[in-house]
């Protein structure tokens, strides 16, 4: 086989590829003999076609698949043997074979860049440090204490706190209920917001009994009421007119926060051990949270660094990521995906990302940052013991899926923003609460 490697443009390579005569002419002799043994034509036994019939009847669409194959399989061999990185699929153009004759083709692909980092050591950069307080501890315990309430019926008037069993039933203009939007046994928690007003629902029904119905207007809809203490509000066109029939009245009882309720969550001693567990757990996710923003903030700088384009077929390539995920995240949900909008508003994050991408792997390369099987394994014990599998039925699983490699390549790239932090000079500075 003989190659020609030419470039067309900054990342652009051209590859003209010539394979002998022979060799074509041997492919194409094999596959009609094996065409002829598994053909049915009639009047001929299955496996004794002859092969001069196999060529008169199915000649040209078989040579045209076996030079399909062979363009296939000579471009990835020459890509190897050249030393190319394709970044996106080839443009195969200009093929030329006819019988007796060289296979001659040309592929145009896009190749990553070859990129020499400097400045990345000694890179002054702000660690944001997220100190565990103790009023986010004591916020994780009575939510665990709301976790763990008991709710018994009560016959009396409902009451900050209480959970209502309602039917509801939204109304139109007329006070007529419209079809389809009743909604049965909904549980509705009355409860003050963290100013320690009423919250719209509890505001008009307190005071209601079992038995009891009444008409209340609201923005949103009934249902997204009963976690309102938890979440941000998100407004709904209203206001709206809904129908609210007292089932029951249930009063909730908080557990006392002691031994005995960290025994029941856990496998804990007592509350201080339950306390020191929850302690541990939040500064675990601090520090990654403040090792995400460390990496963001050198990459920032080495992109400030280091001045350089990318070819655009890997902005593509990653924005086709991008929206795979948001698919596969969506799959299932009745709407439609606007992928022109999701390129459009990704662009800057696709073109970030790549350059992210090549700039720690220009470093790993320069610095000879390597994974080792010790390396490895140690992840894989973590994720074993993560999702309670076997490590080599997790090692098994992840190499028959491919996810091996692409694990190699998260691992190596760790270990270069390791080593970039280890390089440079941080600053520490204290925020108020980690960014998940």
Do not use: C
């Amino acid at each position: 086989m003989k190659v020609q490697v030419t470039e067309s443009g900054t990342w652009r390579r051209t590859l003209e590829i010539e394979a002998p005569a022979e060799d074509v002419e041997k492919r194409i002799e094999a596959a009609y003999k094996k065409y002829s043994k598994s053909l049915n034509i009639p009047g001929f036994r299955k496996g004794k076609v002859p092969v001069n019939v196999v060529k008169k009847q199915f000649g040209p669409a078989i040579r045209g698949e076996v030079v399909q194959e062979m363009v296939e399989e000579f471009y990835r061999e020459a890509s190897q043997a050249e030393g190319i990185h394709p970044v996106a699929q080839a443009d195969i153009e200009d093929i030329s074979f006819n019988e007796g004759q060289p296979l001659i083709f040309k592929a145009s692909v896009d190749v990553r860049p070859e990129i020499k980092v400097d400045h990345y050591k000694g890179l002054q950069v702000k660690r944001p440090i997220f100190p565990v307080k103790d009023e986010q501890i004591d916020a994780q315990l009575s939510y665990i204490q709301e976790q763990n309430a008991t709710e018994q019926i009560v016959e009396r008037a409902a009451g900050f706190g209480d959970v209502l069993l309602v039917d509801v039933e939204e109304l139109n203009e007329k006070n007529q209920t419209k079809p389809a939007t009743r909604q049965e046994d909904q549980r509705i928690r009355l409860f003050k917001d963290k100013d320690d007003k009423p919250s719209e629902l509890a505001e008009q029904l307190l005071g209601i009994v079992a038995g009891e119905t009444r008409d209340i207007k609201l923005k949103r809809a009934v249902a997204d009421h009963e976690h309102d203490h938890d979440h941000e509000h998100h407004d709904h066109e209203g206001p709206a007119t809904f129908r609210v029939t007292v089932k029951g009245v249930h009063e909730r009882t908080l557990p006392k926060l002691d031994d005995e309720l960290a025994k029941d969550v856990g496998d804990y001693e007592n509350l201080e051990a339950l306390k020191t567990r929850i302690r541990s757990d939040m500064q675990i996710q601090s520090d990654r949270a403040s090792r995400r923003r460390v990496e963001e903030h050198l990459v920032d700088a080495l992109i400030e660094q280091n001045a350089f384009d990318v070819p655009d077929s890997m902005v593509e390539t990653y924005l086709n990521g991008i929206i795979e995920s948001y698919k596969r995240e969506h799959a299932g949900h009745n709407h439609p995906i606007d992928e022109e909008a999701i390129r459009r508003d990704g662009r800057d994050s696709a073109l970030r990302g790549v350059k992210r991408y090549l700039l720690l792997n220009a470093i790993s390369e320069q610095e000879k940052i390597e994974v080792i099987e010790a390396d490895l394994d140690k992840h894989l014990a973590s994720m074993a013991e993560q999702y309670k599998i076997e490590g080599s039925q997790l090692r098994q699983i992840l190499s028959g899926s491919g996810q091996l490699d692409q694990l190699y390549s998260d691992l190596k790239m760790e270990k270069t923003v390791d080593f970039l932090i280890e390089q440079s000079s941080l600053e520490d500075v204290e925020e108020v609460e980690a960014q998940n």
